[in-house]
C-alpha cells in the first residue's frame, strides 16, 4: 500500500506532514478499564484546564484553522476535529467509551491538539491518497450524513473518498473484528521531522500495548 500526496495538498498547505501507522494482528474490544479510567481522569484534568481558555488559545487547533483556510473550507461551518472535541470537553460533555481503538484515537487527539483517523485495513481499496475535495467528493460519515468534502484535505482510495480531518467514513470504519489498520495523523504544519517521530512512535508505543500485534510508521510530507 503506496502513500501519495497530490499536488494540491504541496501547492496549498506549505509544510504539511502525516503520519500512517500500520498495525497487524491486533486485536480491538471494550478499553481495559485503566484505560478508561486515564482517559476520564485527562478529560477531567482538561475541562478544568479550558476554563480559562477560548478555542484559538489552543494551538493545534489554531494550526489546523488555519489549514482549513488554506484549502478554501470555513473552519466555523466546518471545525477540525479536533475542536469539535475540545469543544465537547470545555461544555463537561465527557466522551463515552466505544471500543479501545476509537477511545485511544480520541485520546491522541486531544492529547496532542491534532485530528486523527483510524480505519480498517481491509476495506480500504488499493493504494491510499492525500488530496484536496473536488465538487463530487463525499462519502457517507460515520454521523451518518453525507460529507462534502469540496475544498477540503482528505484521504482517497481506488474506490474513492474515505477520511479527513473533518468526520470519518462508514466504509473503512474500524470494528471489534478489524485486525489490521492504518492510523493517519495529521501532524500541525509547524512540527519539525523529529518532533513527527517522536510522536508516532509514542503512539504506536501505547496502541499496541493495548491492542497487541505490531506496527510500521512512516512520515509523509510536502517535501518528500
Known amino acids: 500500500m503506496n502513500i501519495t500526496l497530490d499536488s494540491t495538498v504541496k501547492n496549498l498547505i506549505p509544510n504539511a506532514k502525516f503520519g500512517i501507522i500500520f498495525y497487524e494482528d491486533i486485536t480491538i474490544g471494550n478499553s481495559p478499564q ?4 486515564r482517559i476520564r481522569l485527562f478529560q477531567e484534568s482538561l475541562n478544568i484546564d479550558l476554563d480559562e481558555k ?21 473552519p ?20 463515552d467509551p466505544f471500543n479501545s481503538a476509537v ?21 480500504i481499496d488499493g493504494d491510499i491518497y492525500f488530496t484536496i475535495g473536488k465538487e463530487e467528493s463525499s462519502y457517507e460519515g460515520l454521523n ?9 484535505i482528505h484521504t482517497k482510495d481506488t474506490s474513492g473518498s474515505f477520511g479527513s480531518p473533518f468526520v ?3 466504509r473503512t470504519a474500524i470494528s471489534e473484528s478489524t485486525t489490521s ?21 509514542a503512539i504506536l508505543k501505547m496502541f499496541t500495548q493495548v491492542h497487541g500485534g505490531t506496527g510500521r510508521v512512516v512520515i509523509i510530507g510536502t517535501d518528500s
Open 34 to 37: 485503566m484505560l478508561k479510567g
Open 54 to 74: 477560548e478555542m484559538n488559545d489552543i494551538p493545534g487547533i489554531t494550526e489546523w484553522r488555519s489549514v482549513f483556510k488554506q484549502t478554501g473550507t470555513d
Open 76 to 95: 466555523s461551518r466546518y471545525r477540525p476535529s479536533v475542536e469539535a472535541l475540545y469543544r465537547r470537553i470545555k461544555k463537561g460533555q465527557f466522551l
Open 103 to 123: 477511545d485511544l484515537n480520541n485520546f491522541f487527539s486531544l492529547k496532542y491538539e491534532i485530528p486523527l483517523g483510524i480505519y480498517d485495513s481491509t476495506k
Open 144 to 152: 451518518g450524513r453525507e460529507i462534502n468534502l469540496k475544498n477540503m
Open 168 to 170: 470519518d467514513s462508514k
Open 181 to 201: 489498520a492504518v492510523h493517519i495523523i495529521y501532524f500541525k504544519p509547524s512540527m519539525n521531522e523529529e518532533e513527527c517521530k517522536e510522536m508516532l512512535d
